[in-house]
């Protein structure tokens, strides 16, 4: 079988690292000659909208998928005239929008922060009456690790943040005073069969993930297990899913849902019986899933901007380098650490030197 990825990139390597045992092969659409995941399969090299490239991806690959949620809307349609295409170019529209997004949330009675729609600078100003400070301005489209994201502190900002943020369409929404960010991954196949992972724990610095701990048997997993139930459900989704949610007196809200593989489900490669690479291939070709039973005390760290010495993380116990063939760049993320111990003690303690290393050659 061949699977078809729209992007070359790390997320795509690692799908395809993931499949290679299983007897895939891969064919990828990226504009970039040196992404990290091209030279893992046939490279279509141009760019996403190209439509010659667009049928031959069709025409060769058995099913289509994704490694980044910006796909065009009218890309995923066209493909989905060719070929299987999924996630459904339904549930990308979802999560390409934020206003779409946070209102299919409220339609399903998953809780959010208080949101507002902004086309103009008067429905801002208009919004933060009911909205308390602070808050924060999104773009509806196109924002990824913080981008396209202004914090409001008072009335004052209002003007300023609108023309930071261009005058495109957005959303403003509540800051919330979250205890802890988690994400939760789940995966459903074209039967309707759904595994979840256990809920990641994770850190964000500058709107960009940077540690990920895997939190077993978490108090709050039936919870966040019930809203990505009912969002898998009603998008008639197949693939991998990663539910982003803050924690506010032990209640959850979303933020936002990304139809892809996820970066806060790293830690599942050496942490979990099926990575979410493998299942999210299994979904997409309509196989069994496996197992999401976790292995020990698992997590990941972020490697961005720049890299220590790879002796440095190798010299470490219980540590798993996954380098992505990028060259270091301010905020782009280029390798990561997986962390998986049989103890606790063994794990913190691998995870802090991680910390450590990732800090010293951050550049983000
Ligand atoms: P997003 O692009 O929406 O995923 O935002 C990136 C990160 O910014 C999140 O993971 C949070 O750390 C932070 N953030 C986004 N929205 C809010 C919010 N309404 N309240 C507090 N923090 C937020």
Same mark, same amino acid.
């Given at each position: ?41 046939? &490279? ?5 909208? $190209?439509?010659?490239? /667009? !049928? ?33 170019? +339904? ?45 924060? /301005? ?27 943020? *261009? ?23 074209? *039967? ?32 966040? *297990?019930?809203?990505?139930? %009912? ?14 949610? @803050? ?9 936002? @849902?990304?139809?892809?593989? &996820?970066?806060?489900? &790293? ?6 019986? !099926? ?26 760290? +972020? ?35 997986? %962390?998986?111990? $049989? ?22």
């Amino acid at each position: 079988m061949k699977v078809g990825i729209l992007g070359g990139g790390q997320l795509a390597r690692m799908l395809a690292l993931a499949g290679y045992p299983l007897g895939l092969e891969f064919i990828i659409l990226d504009p970039s000659k040196d992404a990290g995941a091209v030279n893992l399969g046939e &490279h279509l090299h141009g760019a996403y909208d $190209d439509k010659a490239l /667009l !049928t031959e991806l069709a025409e060769k690959a058995d099913v289509v998928t994704y490694e980044f949620e910006n796909v065009p809307a009218e890309v995923a349609i066209f493909l989905n005239k060719h070929t299987q295409i999924y996630p459904s170019a +339904n549930a990308l529209a979802v999560a390409q929008d934020r206003l779409v997004e946070k209102n299919f949330f409220h339609q399903l009675n998953i809780p959010t922060a208080p949101f507002a729609n902004i086309s103009s600078v008067e429905d801002l100003q208009e919004a933060m009456k009911t909205i308390a400070y602070p808050a924060i /301005l999104k773009s509806r489209r196109m924002g990824y690790d913080g981008k396209g994201q202004v914090i409001l502190k008072s009335a004052d900002d209002l003007i300023k943040a609108w023309e930071s943020i *261009q005058g495109v369409p957005s959303i403003v929404e509540g800051f919330v005073d979250f205890k802890r960010e988690v994400s939760i991954l789940a995966v459903r196949n074209p *039967q309707g069969e759904i595994v979840y992972y256990p809920l990641s724990e994770n850190e964000h610095r500058h709107g960009i993930l940077r540690v990920s701990q895997c939190r077993q048997h978490d108090a709050l997993q039936q919870q966040a *297990q019930g809203y990505v139930s %009912i969002l898998l459900k009603k998008l008639d989704y197949v693939g991998l899913i990663a539910l982003e949610l @803050f924690e506010v007196n032990g209640q959850l809200l979303a933020n936002e @849902f990304a139809p892809r593989v &996820h970066n806060s489900g &790293h830690w599942t490669i050496e942490g979990s019986e !099926t990575s979410q690479f493998e299942n999210h291939l299994r979904a997409i070709l309509g196989l069994p899933l496996g197992s999401t039973a976790t292995l020990g005390f698992t997590g990941m760290v +972020n490697f961005i901007g720049g890299l220590p010495e790879s002796k440095q993380i190798l010299s470490i116990e219980h540590t798993h380098y996954h380098l992505y063939n990028k060259i270091p760049r301010k905020g782009r993320k280029v390798a990561h650490v997986g %962390i998986r111990a $049989d103890n606790e003690q063994q794990f913190s303690s691998a995870l802090q030197t991680m910390i450590g290393l990732a800090q010293k050659s951050d550049n983000s």
